[in-house]
């Protein structure tokens, strides 16, 4: 699998970590998909981090508002979210491969 070069050193990092837990389990193509996720990462903290140097809420001129960056935060948890699933890195995900893996035939089953 060709390693992703447009990646900064901090994406890389979740990428290699993301690559360890995934171990085996990667298809060729798949490190594009792996590569935004490593992104969706490093924005994530990075929003995380800046809500809390920031005021929740902001005032305008004429009224207050929420800091912009509970959206932003909240559009990566959903991204975070999505493509770790196809991934199979949720408790559902990883359910729902179990569900529809297919039972092997046990000593009964033969009889």
């Known amino acids: 699998m060709r390693k992703p070069e447009h990646l900064n050193k901090r994406a890389y990092g979740y990428y290699e970590r993301l690559e360890k837990i ?6 060729e193509g798949d490190e594009n998909l792996l590569a935004v996720l ?4 490093v924005f994530y ?3 995380q981090e800046d809500l809390m140097a920031r005021p929740a809420v902001q005032a ?3 009224r207050t508002y929420k800091n912009p960056l509970h959206d932003m935060i909240k559009d990566r948890e959903a991204k975070i979210i999505e493509i770790s ?3 199979g890195l ?3 995900a990883r359910g729902d491969r179990m ?11 033969k009889i």
Do not use: R, T
Request: hydrophobic share 20%.
């Open 90 to 92: 949720s408790p559902g």
């Open 60 to 62: 305008g001129e004429s």
């Open 22 to 27: 995934l171990n085996g389990k990667l298809k």
């Open 38 to 41: 490593a992104n969706c990462y």
């Open 85 to 87: 699933k196809q991934f």
């Open 99 to 109: 569900d529809k893996e297919p039972d092997k035939p046990d000593a009964l089953d």
């Open 45 to 47: 903290n990075d929003y």
